[in-house]
């Protein structure tokens, strides 16, 4: 049984900072990447950052500079620090993984909240 289970979510102010973190496990292959998405309302989900087991990053636009993506190859986890952060960034963030066969699997998302 596969399983995403994500964590720290929340309601933050303008300027502040959260930390996502997501732990996978029941995946059949070895992994290949892991990431973080988000959707917000009214909009499509886009990706926000994402880790190869190689360590190779890739960020949204939006995120450069303010958010850092991390993972742990041997626990299968990933966390999202998210730094400087805008009521823009308000969405439901999930996490996905993607094993060698290019197999998704998410996470059944965190709401992240940005307001005064």
């Known amino acids: 049984q596969v399983q995403l289970v994500e964590s720290g979510g929340g309601l933050v102010q303008p300027g502040g900072s959260l930390r996502l973190s997501c732990a996978a496990s029941g995946i059949r292959f070895p992994i290949n990447a892991m990431g973080w998405y988000r959707q917000a309302p009214g909009k499509q989900r886009e990706l926000v950052a994402s880790i190869t087991t190689s360590a190779r990053t890739n960020y949204a636009d939006s995120v450069k500079g303010r958010f850092t993506i991390a993972g742990d190859n041997a626990k299968n986890t990933v966390t999202l620090q998210m730094n400087s952060l805008k009521p823009e960034d308000t969405a439901v963030y999930y996490c996905?993984?993607?094993?060698?066969?290019?197999?998704?699997?998410w996470g059944q998302g965190t709401q992240v909240t940005v307001s005064s």
């Open positions: 996905q993984v993607v094993n060698i066969w290019g197999r998704q699997y």
